[in-house]
């Protein structure tokens, strides 16, 4: 994992089976957009999470391109219905081949 890049991610540990959760990510990481200058007037290379997905057991719930205009450290939150006990699949994919990823496990009450 590269130097200062750090995925979290808050999953509720159980739910009903057929629930609806609020599922929030962040991942830290500067996004640069390849258009800065550093202090001698070079440009910074590009570097930016170009993709994030979601899945639960194996099945896509989310699938985002992400582009150089999206801000640094990019958080999403939004809901999935757990049909069963399982695991979430967090990944991140960077520009310079890198992929972060979280596991997040949910049990039925």
């Not at 757990?82 to 992929?99: I, L």
């Amino acid at each position: 994992m590269a130097s200062g890049v750090k995925p979290r991610v808050k999953v509720p540990k159980t739910a009903a089976a057929g629930e609806a959760i609020t599922i929030k990510t962040l991942i830290s990481h500067k996004m640069e957009s390849g258009q800065r200058k550093d202090k001698e007037g070079n440009l910074i290379p590009r570097s930016i999470i170009n993709r994030f997905t979601c899945e639960f057991n194996g099945k896509t719930v989310l699938d985002v391109t992400m582009e150089p205009a999206i801000s640094t450290n990019p958080y999403f939150q939004f809901e999935a219905t757990v049909p069963e006990a399982g695991d979430f699949v967090f990944t991140w994919y960077d520009d310079d081949g890198s992929v972060y990823d979280a596991k997040k496990s949910v049990a039925i009450a």
